[in-house]
């Protein structure tokens, strides 16, 4: 379940850098949604997280 979440962030981080680099303005507001869910997650990930 660990894994899940560092998945779905680096694919959220990868969906904003195509978009900001292919697209720019066209879909600009999508693209830092995406990275502030990508931040959000990444910070859960570190506040919920297990140490081993």
Do not use: C, P, Q
């Not at 720019?24 to 990930?45: D, E, R, S, W």
Request: glycine share 12%.
């Amino acid at each position: 379940m660990r894994d899940l979440v560092w998945l779905i962030v680096v694919i959220l981080v990868i969906g904003w850098l195509i978009g900001f680099i292919g697209f720019g303005a066209a879909v600009g507001n999508l693209i830092h949604i995406l990275l502030v869910i990508a931040v959000i997650m990444i910070l859960y990930k570190l506040l919920t997280g297990k140490k081993l």
